[in-house]
């Protein structure tokens, strides 16, 4: 959208059509012309894997809305309909299902990588919020997707989640459960509920494809960010997306549907619960409710504060955190490459963020270390699973309003080479290059 | 549409100029930047490996849309029920049963002897949709006529007995059809259509 | 920092290494969520013939596995997602590799087990409810007209649908043989609750019920089924014995197969899918490589 287009028409259809509407042109510009860094390494191919997950999720999800009941008696039967009688239903909804989980492994690494190498820093402020804005209609998207096929999981993850919002009561009187009963249509989860997140786990994939379409133009105005943070300075910084990246992502692409493919067809409810296969049952509960592996995180900071509405806003603020990131950390140096301390706390984040996951899964009680016992029902005392996740959560909040605000002032920095091209360069610098490489289309 | 340039970073478009689309002599770097112009330009030097890569990819690309596209197709409970058995014994001679049949209605007629001899008495009759009545009954099995109860015009339900040959009269558009249920009067252009069907005993009927 | 020091190979498999590791945390997440702190006894090792990528279920022993759900567990548990004509689909206990194209509903050996079952249905000529034949088409005959009924001919208590029963607990078939070979009388100080059984492998907390040291309370929890399963309860037709091991063993493997019908269908697709993977894989590896070939980065 932004500099000089080298697209030229070659038929007169082209032309014809370029005059009228340059879909041709942008397709070239953004996808085949682009400009890229050369030395992107695998971490940046996971926006293209996400683009994959986003149309497997939608071609899938369509497909399953085909034979889906929506209504609280029929539901969890046409679930199985489709695992049954439907044509090749059960791969479809296990590639629905499992890519759910793909779908988020890749946005987690994704967002790692815009961590670690700093792209949310200016001149991509916007593009960062746009991702943010990615991954919360992601999680509605998910949340309400699991609520569908109506198990004691499905339907307990609703009870819970739409309960928090009444913790709002304790702010003004009456209005959380206001908001609780216009979220559920009724008293309660109830069929009023499941129709309305069967016509809303439709509509979101759709808003987040056109949020994605903002997130690459907002990407492509400064180009993208490279493994060492520093800016494009020439053209040989750079190579255009097609061929390069094209076939690049493809291949990594592939890996990541190697993975896929494994979970689908080889361990397709492991990332399941066998609870969630027991149609809904509002009068019993399940012993152990939680929530899908990707949430699990959020669900630990959820409990790990002893309020309820503090606990809320805790789960909140723990996905404001990103939101806020890039007025957070002060750092001049993009890449944590040559920011040695930073990179070493940003290691234990992701190390805090997976124990999180793991305290999430855990009920709140479990002992993590054992010290001593009880006098009295004899049963193991210790270090705690809420402890732990006390523990994690206050370093998981003191990671972006203390250590990356501080960091950036008081860290000493690795000297940052001065263009892309500088680290691949021989000794002797750029004089050397010229005469040295052959076009790669040349045989040998 | 104004062109935004963020101030202070460097444009990264790079001008045709800069990319070396002119003569390259004494500028091998740009040269290695243009390998995909040159490489696009002569199809004759396309490696071998990118064609074989993209043919599998397209193989890939057919494996996966067949299951999408076949899922639509009848599921096996639908395939289940594409037929039923039917008792007819208590089907009195001069009365249809109605059965519904993938969906649609079926006439299960049991023919009175009058209307046996109507309908072969017309035979060679003139009539938009020619047939004789031993054409659309079973051999043995005459005085049973089974269609399917859809007019051949747009799709309405006959009503049964009524119109000038007994057989059966669609009110939607006038149609008439005979005790064969053959056209005789009418816009629809065909016969009532004959399901599959086979006796399976001698008061069991197997349709579809 | 990585990709300077190592080759493209190597930040490949680094790439690969991450992905491991973190789809590693994923299950182990997912699959420590799933097995959540119970005080049952862990299931025991049995293997069954459709275990692993590779796995099939043995027909005769789905026949057997049929016959004891037939003969035992259909008096109170209904399995109201199968239909008569699931049983004769590719794969099931009743396919005929001889006709294997025979659409499932015209299946001979279908229709005859549906016709030795009857069905509520209503009465066209008079509206009223009626017991007609099944068909291969219709689901498997329920024991109860409702919950309501199970539940009062049962005590309370509700026998499980168990069409997906596999798949509903944790360890599948194994728990099931566990548990229904694994009944044992009550321990001393172990006070029983009236209609109820002690099972070291079912689910539950019993601590009330306990009146020993509380950090000694006994596996396993109660549950409202007698022991159903054994020696001789069921003739098998094909002159296995009928120990109660096997007839466990049958049932769970036909539980399992009914949870999951399509289970080696899909493994086998899954090992074709693969195997295309890692060829396209290669070549757009290759393909990868020979671009970039000259790109100093």
């Not at chain 1, 909804?93 to 759910?100: C, D, E, K, L, S």
């Not at chain 2, 049964?160 to 057989?167: K, L, N, S």
């Not at chain 2, 056209?183 to 629809?188: D, F, N, T």
């Not at chain 3, 499932?104 to 069905?119: F, M, T």
Request: include cysteine; hydrophobic fraction near 45%; aromatic fraction near 12%.
């Amino acid at each position: 959208m932004s500099g000089h287009s080298n697209y030229e028409p070659k038929t007169g259809f082209e032309r014809w059509l370029d005059v009228r509407l340059p879909i041709v042109r942008m397709a070239y510009d953004t996808a085949i012309d682009f400009p890229t860094p050369k030395n992107l390494n695998y971490w940046w191919t996971f926006g293209g894997i996400l683009a994959v997950c986003l149309v497997i999720q939608i071609i899938t999800g369509v497909v399953l809305a085909m034979h889906y009941v929506a209504n609280a008696g029929l539901a969890f039967n046409s679930v199985e309909h489709i695992m049954r009688d439907v044509n090749h239903g059960w791969m479809i909804r296990y590639i629905h299902a499992n890519g759910a989980s793909m779908f988020f492994l890749a946005v987690y690494v994704h967002i790692a990588r815009g961590l670690y190498y700093g792209s949310y820093k200016a001149p991509r402020e916007i593009l960062w919020l746009l991702g943010c804005v990615i991954y919360l209609l992601m999680m509605a998207t998910a949340f309400m997707g699991y609520v569908l096929p109506w198990g004691q999981m499905s339907y307990y993850g609703a009870v819970v989640i739409t309960n928090l919002f009444s913790a709002f009561d304790n702010v003004i009187p009456g209005v959380g459960t206001a908001i609780t009963t216009w979220l559920w249509g009724g008293f309660a989860v109830d069929n009023a509920t499941l129709n309305r997140f069967f016509s809303l786990h439709y509509l979101l994939p759709f808003m987040i494809a056109g949020v994605v379409g903002l997130h690459i133009w907002a990407l492509h105005v400064p180009g993208n960010n490279n493994p060492v943070g520093v800016d494009v300075k020439s053209k040989q910084d750079t190579v255009p997306f097609h061929p390069y990246y094209t076939v690049k992502d493809g291949f990594a692409i592939l890996v990541f549907m190697i993975l896929f493919a494994w979970f689908v067809f080889f361990a397709p409810e492991a990332l399941g619960h066998a609870d969630n296969q027991v149609p809904a049952n509002p009068l019993a509960t399940p012993s152990h409710i939680v929530p899908e592996w990707y949430f699990l995180p959020f669900y630990a900071i959820l409990r790990a504060v002893p309020d309820k509405l503090l606990g809320v806003l805790g789960m909140f603020g723990s996905i404001a955190m990103l939101f806020i990131l890039p007025w957070l950390d002060t750092s001049k140096v993009r890449s944590m490459r040559y920011r040695p301390m930073a990179r070493w706390f940003f290691f234990l984040f992701i190390a805090a963020t997976i124990g999180l996951g793991w305290c999430g899964g855990k009920l709140p009680d479990d002992v993590v270390i054992p010290i001593g016992h009880d006098a009295v029902t004899g049963e193991a005392t210790g270090f705690t699973v809420v402890m732990m996740s006390r523990v994690l959560a206050i370093y998981y909040f003191a990671y972006f309003l203390v250590v990356l605000p501080a960091l950036g002032l008081l860290e000493k920095t690795l000297p940052v080479p001065e263009t892309i091209s500088t680290p691949v360069l021989p000794k002797g610098g750029a004089a050397m290059l010229s005469g040295a490489t052959a076009s790669p289309e040349k045989k040998g | 549409m104004r062109r935004l340039r963020p101030t202070g970073w460097n444009n990264t478009r790079l001008r045709a100029a800069d990319r070396g689309a002119g003569p390259t002599k004494g500028n091998d770097v740009a040269e290695t930047v243009n390998a995909h112009e040159t490489q696009g330009a002569d199809p004759n030097r396309r490696d071998f490996i990118h064609i074989a890569a993209l043919a599998t990819g397209a193989v890939g690309a057919a494996a996966v849309a067949w299951p999408l596209i076949d899922s639509m197709n009848p599921s096996g409970d639908t395939l289940a029920l594409a037929s039923i058995e039917q008792d007819i014994s208590k089907v009195v001679e001069g009365q249809q049963l109605v059965v519904k049949w993938r969906g649609k209605p079926v006439f299960v007629r049991h023919r009175t002897a009058a209307e046996i001899a109507a309908s072969v008495k017309d035979d060679h009759a003139e009539m938009r949709d020619p047939a004789t009545d031993a054409s659309r009954t079973k051999p043995g099995k005459q005085e049973w006529l089974i269609v399917i109860g859809v007019c051949t015009h747009l799709g309405c339900v006959p009503n049964f007995g009524t119109g000038d040959y007994g057989g059966w009269f669609c009110p939607c558009h006038g149609s008439v059809y005979d005790t064969a249920g053959r056209i005789r009067k009418g816009p629809a252009p065909r016969n009532l259509d004959l399901p599959t069907y086979e006796f399976t005993g001698p008061t069991k009927v197997k349709i579809g | 920092m990585i990709s300077s020091t190592m080759g493209r190979s190597g930040v490949t498999g680094l790439r690969v290494l991450a992905l491991a590791v973190l789809a590693f945390a994923a299950a182990n997440l997912g699959g420590g969520v799933a097995q959540a702190k119970t005080n049952a006894k862990e299931p025991q090792e049995v293997s069954f013939t459709f275990e692993g990528p590779f796995g099939r279920f043995d027909q005769a022993e789905l026949q057997r596995g049929f016959k004891v759900y037939a003969e035992v567990c259909s008096a109170c548990h209904s399995m109201n997602l199968l239909s008569y004509r699931d049983l004769a689909q590719p794969g099931g206990p009743f396919w005929d590799p001889k006709h294997p194209n025979l659409a499932p509903a015209e299946s001979p050996y279908a229709k005859a087990i549906a016709a030795q079952y009857k069905v509520p249905d209503i009465d066209p000529d008079t509206g009223d409810v009626i017991q007609r034949t099944a068909t291969a088409a219709d689901h498997f005959k329920a024991p109860f007209a409702n919950e309501y009924a199970a539940r009062a001919a049962n005590g309370g208590a509700l026998p499980p649908d168990l069409s997906v029963i596999a798949r509903a607990r944790e360890g599948g078939p194994a728990y099931i043989y566990s548990l229904l070979l694994g009944y044992e009388d009550a321990p001393a100080n172990l006070t029983v609750p009236d209609g109820k059984y002690y099972n070291p492998y079912m689910a539950g907390d019993m601590s009330s019920y306990w009146k020993g040291p509380k950090d000694k309370v006994p596996e396993g929890g109660f549950i409202s089924m007698a022991r159903q399963i054994v020696d001789d309860r069921v003739q098998f037709d094909d002159k296995t014995p009928s120990t109660s091991a096997n007839e466990a063993h049958a049932v769970a493997t036909f539980l399992a197969w009914a949870a999951d019908p399509h289970q080696v269908e899909r493994k086998q697709t899954g090992i074709a899918v693969m195997l295309f993977l890692f060829v396209f894989t290669l070549l757009t590896y290759l393909s990868y490589r020979r671009i970039w070939r000259n790109i100093a980065h």
